[in-house]
T-cell receptor
Framework: GAGVSQTPSNKVTEKGKYVELRCDPI?????LYWYRQSLGQGPEFLIY????????DSGLPNDRFFAVRPEGSVSTLKIQRTERGDSAVYLC????????????FGEGSRLTVL | DQQVKQNSPSLSVQEGRISILNCDYT??????FLWYKKYPAEGPTFLIS?????DKNEDGRFTVFLNKSAKHLSLHIVPSQPGDSAVYFC???????????FGPGTSLSVIP
């Protein structure tokens, strides 16, 4: 597709369950970012990948959160033992390495933990 | 500790007038700055950027000013249009490839 695609667009789960959120970046974009946005706040950095490796995962809040990008394209954000405080919109963005630095965002995955 | 601050949560401006959105940062290593616009239920979209070697960058109705000594930047929109009503985020990074840190946003309402 032309833009960053995120699935699912909405996910409702129960406390304690495992969740996976998927991001398909723009073709050819080597850098991929995950952010979390809570109501009334700005996007909070979680992790970013250059190719297959996590270049900076300093924003992951704890070890329940994990992300992979095994082939350097699609990425999956994995949340174990979800908590109500994990409810937020999870945004994915990609950009060309060596470009002007603009991030292209997807529409986000809204996660609600009951 | 919030490294990128937008101290005005909201701003209202009459159509046709200038909108000025402000942003302050604390990390003196930031050298690349971006502004994003966000409509409800959509992802943020890029507006304009500036690197620290410049103090001004202009793109149509949008101009960003950077004052490195004051660690301050501002986005000017002139003339403002009702379609500009959205949340605006200021963002910064230490290089053009590093993690990008966002501010909390300013909600702009342009009144017809």
């Amino acid at each position: 597709g032309a833009g960053v695609s995120q699935t699912p667009s909405n996910k409702v789960t129960e406390k304690g369950k495992y969740v996976e959120l998927r991001c398909d970046p723009i073709s050819g974009h080597t850098a991929l970012y995950w952010y979390r946005q809570s109501l009334g706040q700005g996007p909070e950095f979680l992790i970013y990948f250059q190719g297959t490796g996590a270049a900076d995962d300093s924003g992951l809040p704890n070890d329940r959160f994990f992300a992979v990008r095994p082939e350097g394209s699609v990425s999956t954000l994995k949340i174990q033992r979800t908590e109500r405080g994990d409810s937020a919109v999870y945004l994915c963005a990609s950009r060309v390495s060596g470009g002007l630095g603009e991030l292209f965002f997807g529409e986000g995955s809204r996660l609600t933990v009951l | 500790d919030q490294q990128v601050k937008q101290n005005s949560p909201s701003l209202s401006v009459q159509e046709g007038r200038i909108s000025i959105l402000n942003c302050d940062y604390t990390n003196s290593m930031f050298d690349y700055f971006l502004w994003y616009k966000k409509y409800p239920a959509e992802g943020p979209t890029f507006l304009i950027s500036i690197s620290s070697i410049k103090d001004k960058n202009e793109d149509g109705r949008f101009t960003v000013f950077l004052n490195k000594s004051a660690k301050h930047l501002s986005l000017h929109i002139v003339p403002s249009q009702p379609g500009d009503s959205a949340v605006y985020f200021c963002a910064a990074s230490e290089t053009s490839y590093d993690k990008v840190i966002f501010g909390p946003g300013t909600s702009l309402s342009v009144i017809p």
